[in-house]
């Protein structure tokens, strides 16, 4: 409120009485101790009384409504109304004209995930959703972002110093070797792939900075064939575990770290890949 950036949706009030001129374009109330409620707003008003700022907001009145009336609008607003979905504010991102380091971070995982959606040689062709809530086997944009934007962050992301193209292949390699290495919990004959859930996608961006500088300091490369030729070395790791540890970022990390602690016992000690091309 300070910085003169109030939220831009209306405060709904409740008058026991008012006035609408004739032509509708004035209301007025008595100017008395509570001429009436506010039934959506109190926190905001509550802003703008501390930040003592001078701003202008819009208004939506009832005038005589009964108190069970305030009291369902106030349960239809905090309860049954229906946020937009995150993805949009995601979609939406490369419209803003000046952005945040997270919100640049954001729009490039946003675009990664849009190609990598579209890519009919791609491991994520057709299982992102960008708008729409996820079917099964599909992870949502919010997600895909969520657990990619501090991997390519400016300055201080894993994967910041390559390009988009890079980027891009780095995540479509990453996955089509666990395709390929282990077929069977990619493409499980019943169910949906643990690596196209919530929990499965986090472990596996979790673990993938480790398994990445192993791969690149082992074989000076990230191709698809250079990460399967590690990835066999841990071909008894039982993915089925994880179907069954429920949810969360907590159980997300230890399953990220389950993964990346078996990868790292059985392949040389990681000793870092720095450069800013990539034999992908």
């Known amino acids: 409120m300070r910085a003169g950036n109030p939220i831009p949706t209306s405060i709904l009030l409740a008058f026991d009485e008012g006035k609408i001129s004739k032509d509708g374009q004035k209301l007025t109330v008595p100017r008395k101790k509570n001429a009436g409620w506010v039934i959506d707003g109190q926190h905001r008003l509550a802003g703008i009384h501390e930040s003592r700022t001078n701003i202008n907001l819009s208004f939506v009145a009832f005038i005589s409504l009964p108190v069970e009336k305030q009291i369902e609008q106030f349960v239809k607003i905090n309860k049954e109304a229906k946020n937009v979905p995150t993805s949009l504010y995601l979609d939406l991102l490369k419209h803003l004209p000046v952005k945040t380091e997270p919100e640049q971070a954001k729009e490039r995982a946003t675009d ?5 959606l579209k890519d009919e040689e791609s491991p994520f062709f057709g299982k992102i959703s960008i708008l729409a809530a996820p079917k099964p086997g599909q992870l949502s944009l919010t997600n895909f972002v969520r657990k990619v934007a501090p991997l390519i962050a400016q300055n201080k992301g894993k994967f910041h110093v390559y390009s988009a193209t890079e980027q891009i292949g780095i995540f479509a390699n990453y996955y089509h070797a666990f395709e390929h ?12 792939s643990i690596f196209f859930k919530t929990l499965g996608f986090g472990a596996l961006m979790n673990a993938l900075p480790t398994i990445f500088d192993l791969t690149l300091k082992i074989h000076k490369g990230f191709k698809v064939e250079h990460i399967v030729d590690l990835l066999k070395k841990i071909d008894d790791f039982n993915f089925e575990n994880w179907q069954s540890m ?9 399953a990220g770290d389950d993964l990346r602690e078996k990868f790292r016992e059985r392949v040389e000690e990681a000793t870092g890949g720095e450069g800013k091309t990539l034999d992908l």
């Open 246 to 254: 429920g949810t969360g970022s907590e159980i997300e990390n230890m």
């Open 112 to 116: 990664i995930a849009r190609t990598l």
């Open 181 to 192: 290495a282990f077929p069977d919990a990619y493409e499980p004959k019943e169910g949906t």
